[in-house]
């Protein structure tokens, strides 16, 4: 899991994640914990946790290859 900035493992609340949306297409976020991310496979986009905030703007969201979109992390981090 991805360390946060004062060294503790970053994680999402399960049922914060199912209130969650993509800002941009509203669709459902899949949580990446090795990355802190919170993944919309359809607009392409990973947005950060920092301190275990969401970040979700689109201007702070890191474009994903198509790579990731073919193999998303599992919802809720689990595996």
Same mark, same amino acid.
Do not use: F, H
């Given at each position: 899991?991805?360390?946060?900035?004062?060294?503790?493992?970053?994680?999402?609340?399960?049922?914060?994640?199912?209130? =969650? !949306?993509? *800002?941009?297409?509203? @669709?459902?976020?899949?949580?990446? &914990?090795?990355?802190?991310?919170?993944? /919309?496979?359809?607009?392409? =986009? !990973?947005? *950060?946790?920092?301190? @275990?905030?969401?970040?979700?703007? &689109?201007?702070?969201?890191?474009?994903? /290859?198509?790579?990731?979109? =073919?193999?998303? *992390?599992?919802?809720? @981090?689990?595996?």
């Amino acid at each position: 899991m991805a360390d946060g900035r004062d060294g503790k493992k970053t994680s999402v609340d399960p049922k914060l994640l199912e209130l =969650l !949306a993509c *800002p941009l297409t509203k @669709g459902p976020l899949a949580w990446n &914990p090795e990355r802190g991310e919170l993944v /919309s496979r359809v607009a392409k =986009l !990973a947005y *950060p946790v920092r301190d @275990g905030i969401p970040i979700m703007l &689109p201007s702070e969201a890191r474009t994903i /290859s198509a790579e990731d979109v =073919l193999s998303p *992390p599992k919802p809720g @981090g689990q595996g």
